[in-house]
Nanobody, 120 residues
Framework: QVQLVESGGGLVQPGGSLRLSCAAS????????MGWYRQAPGKERELVAT???????NYADSVKGRFTISRDNARNTMYLQMNSLKPEDTADYYC??????????????WGKGTLVTVSS
């Protein structure tokens, strides 16, 4: 099994910054694609950013230039640096990780989410 532990959410004023972390542990051979998603109240879950094992990144248009996704492959950990936060960034943020298991199959796992609230 694989466990994902997210941290770093909280309350921040507009224009502020937060850094989210997502650490994967368990029966992992390697971690492939990692990504952050978010879901605001009453809305569908949406992609925020993804990063491949080689470091290629992809961002939603709404966060380009403000958010930076990164990862530490040695620690199977992913980060999301969020700057210039806006009230519309308020949401539960979820990490999603594609894990290649020792037995040769891959599977996506979701974290439980961490709440980010941007408000004055």
């Amino acid at each position: 099994q694989v466990q994902l532990v997210e941290s770093g959410g909280g309350l921040v004023q507009p224009g502020g910054s937060l850094r989210l972390s997502c650490a994967a542990s368990g029966s992992i051979f390697s971690v492939n694609l990692m990504g952050w998603y978010r879901q605001a109240p009453g809305k569908e879950r949406e992609l925020v950013a993804t990063i491949t094992s080689s470091g290629s990144t992809n961002y939603a248009d709404s966060v380009k230039g403000r958010f930076t996704i990164s990862r530490d492959n040695a620690r199977n950990t992913m980060y999301l640096q969020m700057n210039s936060l806006k009230p519309e960034d308020t949401a539960d943020y979820y990490c999603n990780v594609e894990v290649l298991h020792v037995l040769g199959y891959s599977r996506h796992y979701w974290g439980k989410g961490t709440l980010v609230t941007v408000s004055s």
